[in-house]
T-cell receptor
Framework: GAVVSQHPSWVICKSGTSVKIECRSL??????MFWYRQFPKQSLMLMAT?????????EQGVEKDKFLINHASLTLSTLTVTSAHPEDSSFYIC???????????FGDGTRLSIL | RKEVEQDPGPFNVPEGATVAFNCTYS??????FFWYRQDCRKEPKLLMS???SGNEDGRFTAQLNRASQYISLLIRDSKLSDSATYLC???????????FGAGTTVTVRA
């Protein structure tokens, strides 16, 4: 079945560092991918919709200059957390579906810890 | 009002028991419905899609009630490995975007 790969799975870095997370669809093309954030004991919160070849669509309250999204190909979207601070520490997950209204497949998630 | 609401639980049940819980959705334009399972500190994984006529996958049965706008999940003969958070997920017609419930926590004890 469809598989989504996310990398890295764990990042620990100092405050002020920028961190790039990759999300790849391995056996299908994804014109749309989604980026979520999840805090402990909370549900997934959609951050933005990544659109291949165009600008990402951000949810209300999510800073586009803070969370840079690039979807340069049909199989790769990247999320860069710029100048990360401790409050950005969270579990970041991407998802993609090969067709509308089909189940989405999630990447393994990236656990980001900012010291 | 949240688009998707779930009873957070936790549901603590003994092995072999049956456990069931619901999820309600507010958008009548919702078209596709899913149950995902999320283990602690892991990504969500698709458990099953939910079809209008209801469907079963082994010990898991899902039902959809469009009139009342709720879906349900029933787990029979619970196993220890069924302990997880179950996410109710809904998306609108023609839209990739998903709406998530906050999850229902199930703990199966020996």
């Amino acid at each position: 079945g469809a598989v989504v790969s996310q990398h890295p799975s764990w990042v620990i870095c100092k405050s002020g560092t920028s961190v790039k997370i990759e999300c790849r669809s391995l056996d299908f093309q994804a014109t749309t991918m989604f980026w979520y954030r999840q805090f402990p004991k909370q549900s997934l919160m959609l951050m933005a919709t990544s659109n291949e070849g165009s600008k990402a669509t951000y949810e209300q309250g999510v800073e586009k200059d803070k969370f840079l999204i690039n979807h340069a190909s049909l199989t790769l979207s990247t999320l860069t957390v710029t100048s990360a601070h401790p409050e950005d520490s969270s579990f970041y997950i991407c998802s993609a579906a090969d067709r509308v209204n089909q189940p989405q497949h999630f990447g393994d998630g990236t656990r980001l810890s900012i010291l | 009002r949240k688009e998707v609401e779930q009873d957070p639980g936790p549901f603590n049940v003994p092995e072999g028991a049956t456990v069931a819980f619901n999820c309600t959705y507010s958008n009548s334009a919702s078209q596709s419905f899913f149950w995902y399972r999320q283990d602690c500190r892991k990504e969500p994984k698709l458990l099953m899609s939910v079809y209008s006529s209801g469907n079963e996958d082994g010990r898991f049965t899902a039902q959809l009630n469009r009139a009342s706008q709720y879906i349900s999940l029933l787990i029979r003969d619970s196993k220890l490995s069924d302990s997880a958070t179950y996410l109710c997920v809904v998306n609108r017609r023609g839209d990739y975007k998903l709406s998530f419930g906050a999850g229902t926590t199930v703990t199966v004890r020996a």
